[in-house]
């Protein structure tokens, strides 16, 4: 919802807002304190003097156009903050705390509790972003975005509050919380971004410079990604509430029936992360208590992403379940409108590594689809396999028997009444109908049995040969084309019975051998060999298959990769 105190136009040199926000009038006295007055506008209202209404007259009834006291422009006090007083002296920035001679606003006199000398200070960086830092209070603080964190409290920590000026900000109320007081601020100027404003901006950030503001306590970029790695382990070592990092999570942008995935913003570097929270099934045995069985498959999804060769970012049990990934904006290879071959073939190279890896771990995904395969295209391309919520790990004694998986790719296997369970080659049929669509035509799927009045065997009987048609008219495109690099590979992916497949470690060396795939020394990843593409190209950006595709001539040259043992 948007901010009233943001919509409002305030004069370039205003810095920032602040007002009361706890129940418990904390802040409201805070804010009155005299060493504040240089900031204060009171409140415009009160009780009137003389009556507004004729006794006469009916009491106006309540109506949803009424703006409530808060959507009052003047409502309540509110210090103002100007650039023009805070530039005279911002050593550290935009002061808070409770000693006059440091402080810019007082948040109490000295000795309130559970508020330091020096509580929270409000910075700017190079790129004007602006930030709140905690480094030197005894109780710590927590920054809420949309009444996202008001528990969060840290200590040594910081939160992004604005982007630089002119970007549009995820947040729409950012809250202060520091020991029962609470404040909200904003910056009404900084995603207009006016001129002046931006002039003021960069003047505070240069006399923070200019008076050597003490930044070693900042943690650095490098020092942010040892910290955020450490987080990245086993649920029974999880950090305390106190050391987890802190995310805010914005825009949505996946839904199944095992949870969400949102847009989320590490507050600590401002770094965008996709975060993955999960349904909580109905719990019969106590509204707080959760189901141990679903906390456990959550703990095992993260660590079968964990070992993943993209691993995850972060996982927090509390406050509420969430796995941690990096976002891709491309999103996932079915949308990224890809049209190059060659990236279809790396692409196909880097799943098979990964499965390569996964398999070895004895890990199945069990519902490969494009869909499920994010892309990201800068710097360099690559692929990452996505949603373990199916995956299970398996030994050589226990098959999946559990039907899953999207029908299209789904292996025969996986289908009621064709074997006793699948395994990791389920994967890679999977695997090898979706290379046959990149890169080849295949054909439309069957019909789908209609199963409305069918159970039972019937029902199994039906599934039965809608697979087996589909099965056979996929491989039969697949022997249909030509002989080339690829389909050297599919045709050993797309075999009907599970134990004819090849492992995903075998595909990836055929493509090594064949000279379709190289590792990237920039990232040792698994990417097209450009010898085996021709430059050329015809109008639909596809490859020229009788020269690009087809077998290389003279001796092939084998590397030595280096491939996870196992199959």
Same mark, same amino acid.
């Given at each position: 919802?948007?901010?009233?105190?943001?919509?409002?136009?305030?004069?370039?040199?205003?810095?920032?807002?602040?007002?009361?926000?706890?129940?418990?009038?904390?802040?409201?006295?805070?804010?009155?304190?005299?060493?504040?007055?240089?900031?204060?506008?009171?409140?415009?209202?009160?009780?009137?003097?003389?009556?507004?209404?004729?006794?006469?007259?009916?009491?106006?009834?309540?109506?949803?156009?009424?703006?409530?006291?808060?959507?009052?422009?003047?409502?309540?006090?509110?210090?103002?903050?100007?650039?023009?007083?805070?530039?005279?002296?911002?050593?550290?920035?935009?002061?808070?705390?409770?000693?006059?001679?440091?402080?810019?606003?007082?948040?109490?006199?000295?000795?309130?509790?559970?508020?330091?000398?020096?509580?929270?200070?409000?910075?700017?960086?190079?790129?004007?972003?602006?930030?709140?830092?905690?480094?030197?209070? #005894?109780?710590?603080?927590?920054?809420?975005?949309?009444?996202?964190?008001?528990?969060?409290?840290?200590?040594?920590?910081?939160?992004?509050?604005?982007?630089?000026?002119?970007?549009?900000?995820? =947040?729409?109320?950012?809250?202060?919380?520091?020991?029962?007081?609470?404040?909200?601020?904003?910056?009404?100027?900084?995603?207009?971004?006016?001129?002046?404003?931006?002039?003021?901006?960069?003047?505070?950030?240069?006399?923070?410079?200019?008076?050597?503001?003490?930044?070693?306590?900042?943690?650095?970029?490098?020092?942010?990604?040892?910290?955020?790695?450490?987080?990245?382990?086993?649920?029974?070592?999880?950090?305390?509430?106190?050391?987890?990092?802190?995310?805010?999570?914005?825009?949505?942008?996946?839904?199944?029936?095992?949870?969400?995935?949102? #847009?989320?913003?590490?507050?600590?570097?401002?770094?965008?992360?996709?975060?993955?929270?999960?349904?909580?099934?109905?719990?019969?045995?106590?509204?707080?208590?959760?189901?141990?069985?679903?906390?456990?498959?959550?703990?095992?999804?993260?660590?079968?992403?964990?070992?993943?060769?993209?691993?995850?970012?972060?996982?927090?049990?509390?406050?509420?379940?969430?796995?941690?990934?990096?976002?891709?904006?491309?999103?996932?290879?079915?949308?990224?409108?890809?049209?190059?071959?060659?990236?279809?073939?790396?692409?196909?190279?880097?799943?098979?590594?990964?499965?390569?890896?996964?398999?070895?771990?004895?890990?199945?995904?069990?519902?490969?689809?494009?869909?499920?395969?994010?892309?990201?295209?800068?710097?360099?391309?690559?692929?990452?396999?996505?949603?373990?919520?199916?995956?299970?790990?398996?030994?050589?004694?226990?098959?999946?028997?559990?039907?899953?998986? #999207?029908?299209?790719?789904?292996?025969?296997?996986?289908?009621?009444?064709?074997?006793?369970?699948?395994?990791?080659?389920?994967?890679?049929?999977?695997?090898?109908?979706?290379?046959?669509?990149?890169?080849?035509?295949?054909?439309?799927?069957?019909?789908?049995?209609?199963?409305?009045?069918?159970?039972?065997?019937?029902?199994?009987?039906?599934?039965?040969?809608?697979?087996?048609?589909?099965?056979?008219?996929?491989?039969?495109?697949?022997?249909?084309?030509?002989?080339?690099?690829?389909?050297?590979?599919?045709?050993?992916?797309?075999?009907?019975?599970?134990?004819?497949?090849?492992?995903?470690?075998?595909?990836?060396?055929?493509?090594?051998?064949?000279?379709? =795939?190289?590792?990237?020394?920039?990232?040792?990843?698994?990417?097209?060999?450009?010898?085996?593409?021709?430059?050329?190209?015809?109008?639909?950006?596809?490859?020229?298959?009788?020269?690009?595709?087809?077998?290389?001539?003279?001796?092939?040259?084998?590397?030595?990769?280096?491939?996870?043992?196992?199959?």
């Amino acid at each position: 919802m948007p901010d009233t105190m943001s919509d409002m136009r305030y004069d370039e040199n205003v810095f920032a807002v602040v007002t009361a926000y706890d129940l418990k009038n904390k802040a409201s006295s805070a804010l009155k304190l005299p060493h504040n007055s240089k900031w204060l506008r009171s409140a415009v209202g009160g009780v009137a003097e003389t009556p507004t209404i004729d006794s006469r007259e009916a009491t106006p009834a309540a109506s949803g156009d009424t703006p409530s006291e808060d959507d009052e422009p003047d409502a309540a006090d509110r210090l103002i903050v100007t650039f023009e007083k805070l530039l005279l002296d911002c050593p550290s920035g935009l002061q808070f705390g409770t000693r006059p001679t440091s402080s810019h606003i007082l948040l109490g006199h000295r000795g309130t509790r559970g508020i330091s000398a020096r509580q929270y200070n409000i910075i700017v960086d190079e790129e004007l972003r602006i930030w709140l830092h905690d480094y030197t209070s #005894t109780h710590g603080t927590a920054v809420a975005h949309d009444g996202q964190n008001e528990e969060e409290t840290r200590k040594k920590e910081k939160w992004i509050l604005a982007f630089g000026p002119g970007m549009e900000t995820p =947040f729409h109320r950012i809250t202060v919380h520091s020991s029962g007081l609470a404040i909200r601020i904003v910056f009404p100027n900084h995603e207009s971004a006016r001129s002046q404003y931006v002039k003021n901006l960069k003047r505070f950030f240069d006399r923070q410079n200019a008076h050597a503001f003490d930044r070693s306590d900042i943690p650095t970029l490098r020092e942010l990604e040892v910290d955020s790695a450490s987080t990245t382990q086993a649920p029974s070592e999880a950090h305390t509430p106190s050391q987890r990092l802190v995310y805010y999570k914005d825009k949505l942008i996946g839904t199944g029936a095992y949870g969400m995935v949102h #847009t989320a913003i590490r507050t600590r570097d401002a770094t965008v992360v996709a975060a993955k929270t999960f349904t909580r099934p109905a719990n019969k045995r106590g509204l707080d208590e959760a189901d141990p069985r679903w906390i456990t498959g959550i703990r095992r999804e993260f660590a079968i992403m964990r070992d993943n060769p993209h691993a995850i970012l972060d996982f927090h049990e509390t406050p509420e379940p969430m796995i941690v990934m990096a976002y891709y904006p491309r999103g996932n290879i079915a949308d990224a409108g890809l049209m190059d071959d060659e990236l279809y073939v790396s692409a196909l190279g880097q799943i098979l590594d990964g499965l390569s890896h996964l398999h070895a771990q004895g890990t199945v995904h069990r519902d490969l689809k494009p869909e499920n395969i994010l892309v990201e295209t800068q710097p360099l391309f690559k692929v990452v396999i996505a949603d373990f919520g199916l995956a299970k790990v398996v030994d050589t004694a226990t098959l999946l028997t559990t039907f899953c998986g #999207t029908l299209k790719y789904a292996a025969p296997e996986v289908f009621p009444g064709i074997s006793d369970g699948h395994g990791p080659t389920a994967d890679i049929w999977s695997l090898g109908v979706i290379g046959l669509e990149w890169l080849y035509d295949i054909p439309a799927a069957p019909r789908l049995p209609k199963v409305r009045d069918k159970q039972g065997d019937a029902l199994d009987k039906s599934w039965n040969r809608w697979i087996k048609l589909w099965s056979a008219k996929l491989i039969a495109r697949v022997r249909d084309e030509d002989d080339d690099l690829v389909i050297q590979i599919l045709s050993h992916m797309l075999e009907y019975e599970a134990s004819d497949r090849w492992s995903a470690k075998r595909c990836l060396e055929q493509g090594f051998m064949n000279g379709l =795939f190289r590792r990237r020394e920039a990232d040792d990843l698994v990417i097209c060999d450009d010898e085996s593409a021709d430059p050329s190209r015809d109008g639909s950006g596809r490859f020229r298959r009788s020269q690009a595709l087809s077998p290389k001539q003279g001796p092939v040259k084998v590397k030595v990769i280096p491939v996870p043992a196992g199959s």
